[in-house]
């Protein structure tokens, strides 16, 4: 499994922005699906975005779709999730996942049983 480490977490109030990002060290190496999900407490996980590293594409999930977008900073290899225009149920914590893939991968599923690498997460909270 791939160890991937998540920052970029924090408060901040209705309407405005984060950016998270995702850090592995084979990201630059090895092609992969990075996604990102955001779970309450009492809630099942829930599927924001998708990243396929091999031909670029991407997939955001409905609840946040024209207010998050995702891509890979290629200057130090890290996937982001920027997440704009924030309302209070934004508030969770977020985790990024991946999945190695190989040549002919071309779709990008929100999916939790399409990845095994999991990060710790990263908490955000957006207050009114």
């Known amino acids: 499994q791939l160890q991937l480490v998540e920052s970029g977490g924090g408060t901040v109030q209705s309407g405005g922005s984060l950016r998270l990002s995702c850090a592995a060290s084979?990201?630059?190496?090895?092609?992969?699906?990075i996604g990102w999900f955001r779970q309450v407490p009492v809630k099942p996980r829930e599927g924001i975005s998708c990243?396929?590293?091999?031909?670029?594409?991407?997939n955001i999930g409905d609840s946040v779709k024209g207010r998050f977008t995702t891509s890979k900073d290629n200057r130090n290899s890290t996937v982001i999730l920027q997440m704009d225009n924030l309302k209070p149920e934004d508030t969770a914590r977020y985790y990024c996942?991946?999945?190695?893939?190989?040549?002919?991968?071309?779709?990008?599923?929100?999916?939790?049983?399409?990845?095994?690498?999991w990060g710790e997460g990263t908490q955000v909270t957006v207050s009114s």
């Open positions: 996942a991946s999945q190695r893939i190989f040549r002919g991968f071309t779709s990008c599923p929100i999916a939790i049983d399409a990845f095994t690498s």
């Open positions: 084979r990201f630059s190496k090895d092609s992969y699906i």
């Open positions: 990243f396929n590293s091999l031909d670029g594409t991407t």
